[in-house]
């Protein structure tokens, strides 16, 4: 997908919000434990009830590994299932990868190519080599983690290297790598103040925002911060949404706290 | 596996090899491509020929994930062949995965419970509860991204953050999570002068060492900067071994090659 027709899709569905898809054994419902593919037929039934108010889907592999070979079968089922029906819908694996050149053209080749995913999320710290394999590819895209949701961000994102801090370093020297058309940021919601400062390094790319809901972001404040002229952001929610029912109404379920995210996003758009 | 049995194995042997199993279909001789699992028949004869010239096996999981469910399955093949036939071998899920605390658990589920690898590797951008979660099992390891062995590592792991590179904070800082017997870093053996640095701070710490051989670095140096009274090293090599030759004496000529390596190291063990 280019960056124009993502845009394109924020401006029409007037969302911009991507569910991450975490499936765990232990907290989907009941009566799906007896289908052939758990995984797969909540993601699916998630997917056919929230689609009308996203632009994106977010699967983590973590949460597919987990299973072993059955894991990486629905990961692969599920990909193909929004591939097929829903090919408007920006896809991301959220794999956090990233190794030595050769190696992380690997990786591309698996998540880029073979499974067909619009994007991947990569990990800085091996730098270039780790990172480039990745943006070579025509309308596709690397997701680089600039500053995560999580409490570990303090132990190293935070440090002052010089005059900016190790995060606003990644995403100036990362951001040289390629361009707004093939790489996006990760950015938590949860560190929202900090999003005027790298506004001013990157205005114009994308960038994928965990933590609103679940980890205690704010989707007024991410908007207010990170916003810029064409949207520029994906507003993930995950465990708000695909949990928010265990019992057999969960997709309808999801379904109306996705649509309260849309209709909180309508203004923006 | 535990710090002293390694150690054990390490002094038995005396070889602190660790061989890369980095399958690529491109490079593995021809006449196994008619096999129903090339990749794992390309392993098992690799570790048949080479297994006591080695302690540990380190598969790289980009390189089986690029053939997506199939590339799975080989995998798991690899380490239920290692587990059953060479228990007394390391082994390394060279993963380099990192997410947040409940995501980084469910890896620690798939690569330590569900493969049952002794180890994994991961990566330290996004901190203490990124990498903790692989520290609670038992006799399991957690391989730290230190310092690595690629020309990107120069873009970000040597910036100065205080008083300390950052390779250095990274190292001093995560060595607080966990301790010897259940840690161990990534150093690049293309930066083995770093090495006398990194054993001021951690002495006791096994050291997983890749860039010996393909990528240029030196068995002596690194073994004069990072060795330790308990040998303390672990030097991987993937390609020097594994595509020594091309044709159907691969699996001769892989043992030629890791005898060779093992013979270097008699003399520090």
């Known amino acids: 997908m280019t960056h124009n027709e993502l845009i394109q899709q924020i401006r029409t569905k007037k969302t911009f919000l991507c ?3 975490d499936p765990d054994l232990k907290k989907i419902p009941e009566h799906l434990l007896q289908t052939e593919d758990p995984i797969f037929e909540f993601n699916k039934a998630i997917i056919d009830a929230t689609h009308s108010h996203c632009v994106a889907y977010k699967p983590n592999t973590a949460f597919y590994e987990a299973y072993g070979i059955k894991g990486w079968i629905s990961l692969e089922k599920t990909i193909q299932y929004l591939n097929i029906n829903y ?5 991301i694996a959220d794999a956090k990868r990233g190794d030595i050149g050769n190696t992380s053209a690997m990786y591309a080749k698996a998540f880029l190519e073979t499974l067909n995913f619009d994007s991947i999320t990569v990990a800085p710290y091996m730098g270039s080599d780790s990172v480039k ?7 596709k895209w690397v997701i680089v983690l600039g500053l995560t949701s999580n409490e570990g961000a303090f132990d190293f ?3 002052n290297t010089g005059n900016k801090k190790l995060f606003e370093e990644v995403i100036s020297t990362s951001a040289t790598w390629g361009n707004e058309n093939n790489m996006m940021y990760v950015v938590g919601a949860t560190k929202a103040e900090s999003l005027k400062e790298i506004r001013k390094i ?3 790319h994308f960038l994928l925002v965990p933590g609103v809901g ?3 972001g704010s989707l007024e404040e991410v908007c207010e911060y990170g916003m810029n002229e064409n949207i520029g952001l994906l507003i993930n929610s995950s465990r708000g949404i695909i949990y928010a029912s265990s019992k057999d109404d969960f997709a309808q379920v999801s379904q109306l706290e996705a649509s309260k995210i849309h209709e909180s996003m309508k203004k923006y758009c």
């Open 19 to 21: 569910i991450g898809l």
């Open 87 to 91: 090919p408007n819908h920006f896809t």
């Open 133 to 139: 394999p990745f943006l070579s590819l025509p309308n």
């Open 157 to 159: 994102q935070f440090l």
């Open 202 to 204: 990157i205005p114009n």
């Open 214 to 216: 679940a980890q205690g």
